[in-house]
Nanobody, 118 residues
Framework: EVQLVESGGGLVQPGGSLKLSCVGS????????MSWVRQAPGKGLEWVST???????NYVDSVKGRFSISRDNAANTLYLQMNSLKPEDTAVYYC????????????WGQGSQVTVSS
């Protein structure tokens, strides 16, 4: 059974930092691209970042320079380091397993609430 279990969300002040984690099981983690997708209140799903099989990364323009995606293949863990957080970053963040290197997903984490507020 493929599972993605997220942790690390919470409440932070603007300008603060959080690091999300996503532990995968039931598949060969290192063989797949992995992504973070978020859903802000009242909004649809928004792709945030992807780390590819070979280690290359992509980010939505709004988080470039502030967020960093990484992976620890030995630990089957995906990370999203979020710095200089803004209120507009408030959302439920989902880790997601890409279907191979394709631009869609077949498994999702349970979601982690990130709230940026003073």
């Amino acid at each position: 059974e493929v599972q993605l279990v997220e942790s690390g969300g919470g409440l932070v002040q603007p300008g603060g930092s959080l690091k999300l984690s996503c532990v995968g099981s039931g598949f060969t983690y290192s063989n797949y691209a992995m992504s973070w997708v978020r859903q802000a209140p009242g909004k649809g799903l928004e792709w945030v970042s992807t780390i590819h099989y070979g280690g290359g990364t992509n980010y939505v323009d709004s988080v470039k320079g502030r967020f960093s995606i990484s992976r620890d293949n030995a630990a089957n863990t995906l990370y999203l380091q979020m710095n200089s957080l803004k209120p507009e970053d408030t959302a439920v963040y989902y880790c997601a397993k890409n279907v191979g290197e394709l631009d869609y997903y077949d498994y999702w984490g349970q979601g982690s609430q990130v709230t940026v507020s003073s």
